[in-house]
């Protein structure tokens, strides 16, 4: 018996209040308005930034609400007027929808579409209502995705159809993570073969951009974490050499200086910590270094710079999902991934049934993971 156009009743992991864990509860999830596409989430990936959001760094964000931004999962339904996809299509819902009419969207260098929700965090659909309610409570979007749940409802702009013959459960990092560190450094960056690099912080993001350098030819990557036991991995995903901050009475960035004769050509900040971005811009050489600033700090953090750093002739970069436009891009990442262009396998080092979820996040705040995927 056919769903489409029914309210669907389905699991979903309710972040009912700030810093408190998931509520896995029943939800309703109404069908798709205009423009709108109804999707069963098989798998998602657990974002650092989904517990940003958690935890109240990001300014602005509602509660209720149903967090997750990095999935895949099929077409259920579809809207009135939805021409891109149709019910059974693989699809990846995109935290980053892009309307391909605004100037950001009609601009060869930009990806951030003036309807993208990150920064306003006002968590509905663009009518500015929701389709998730639960006990009667109106349930806030996230990222224009929500993947913490067996059904989402996106709008047409945050969807793109993907090869079916895809692993959902590895190109579901192609939403965020993967697509954000690799890209950085692909199109942001620019990195030229024979260039050097330094990635600081090798969790999802950090490590996707490890691929991206190793994709780009460059000749040392140079990978800094606190934590050691990020090392094996990077090092088998492309850095030359991993140092951690902890083992010398310098600053990593003196450190790094003295490594490479004046600093790198590159270097990519896949934290979120203010300090370690001046740090991330001081490691690369001052006169034609470029920092690419790619972690997100909490919302009320300041990055506090001596002006001389920049004039001396360094260049900084920041981009939002590695400046790729989404929906135009992402069916090519799939088919690299593929190809195996890139180990997007190697990111997973861990599955967990979705009612694990509080599970997945432990495993991220602890350092344990490089991603969670959640089975659906
Ligand atoms: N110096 C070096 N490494 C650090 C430091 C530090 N001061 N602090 C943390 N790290 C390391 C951690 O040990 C970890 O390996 O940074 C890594 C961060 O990885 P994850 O926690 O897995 O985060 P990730 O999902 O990769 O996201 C990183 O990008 O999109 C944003 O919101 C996201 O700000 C977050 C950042
Ligand atoms: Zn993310
Ligand atoms: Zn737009």
Redesign the pocket.
């Known amino acids: 018996m056919s769903t489409a156009g029914k309210v669907i009743k389905c699991r979903a992991a309710v972040a009912w209040e700030l810093k408190k864990p998931f509520v896995i509860e029943e939800i309703e999830v109404a069908p798709p308005k205009a423009h709108e596409i109804r999707i069963k989430i098989y798998n998602s990936g657990i974002?650092?930034?989904d517990n940003?959001a958690l935890v109240g760094g990001m300014a602005g964000v509602k509660f209720p609400i149903i967090l997750g931004h990095e999935g895949a999962g099929i077409v259920e339904s579809v809207g009135e007027g939805v021409k891109s996809v149709k019910p059974g299509d693989h699809v990846i819902p995109l935290c980053s929808p892009m309307c391909m009419e605004c100037p950001c969207c009609l601009h060869p260098d930009s990806n951030f579409c003036v309807k993208n929700d990150v920064g306003k965090n006002v968590g509905l659909m663009l009518d500015k209502t929701s389709r998730f309610s639960c006990k009667g409570k109106l349930i806030h979007n996230f990222m224009s995705s929500s993947t913490f749940t067996e059904y989402t409802v996106v709008d047409e702009i945050a969807c793109v159809k993907i090869d079916p013959k895809a692993p959902m459960d590895q190109v579901c990092l192609i939403g965020c993570?993967f697509s954000?560190g690799y890209g950085t450094v692909l199109n942001t960056a620019k990195v030229p073969p024979g260039a050097t690099c330094a990635v600081?912080?090798?969790?999802?993001?950090?490590m996707s951009a490890v691929m991206g350098c190793k994709v780009s030819g460059a000749k040392r990557i140079i990978g800094?974490?606190?934590?050691k036991g990020?090392f094996a991995i990077a090092k088998e995903l492309g850095c030359t050499e991993c140092l951690d901050?902890n083992d010398f009475d310098k600053p990593i960035h003196e450190v790094i200086v003295e490594m490479t004769n004046g600093g790198v050509d590159y270097s990519f900040e896949?934290?979120?910590?203010v300090e370690?971005m001046a740090s991330t811009i001081l490691a690369s050489h001052y006169s034609y270094g470029v920092a690419n600033i790619?972690?997100?700090?909490p919302s009320t953090a300041r990055l506090s710079i001596d002006v001389m750093w920049l004039l001396t002739g360094r260049t900084l970069n920041g981009a939002f999902l590695g400046d790729w436009k989404a929906p135009v891009s992402f069916p090519g990442l799939v088919q690299d991934a593929m190809k195996k262009k890139f180990d997007l396998g190697a990111l997973v080092t861990h599955k967990l049934p979705f009612e694990k979820i509080n599970e997945g996040f432990d495993l991220?705040n602890h350092?344990k993971c490089?991603r969670t995927v959640l089975d659906f």
Not at 224 to 227: F, Q
Not at 294 to 297: A, D, T
Request: hydrophobic share 35%.
């Open positions: 974002c650092h930034t940003h993570g954000t600081f912080g090798l969790g999802g993001i950090g800094i974490d606190i934590n990020k901050p896949c934290i979120g910590n370690v790619i972690g997100v700090p991220m350092g490089i």
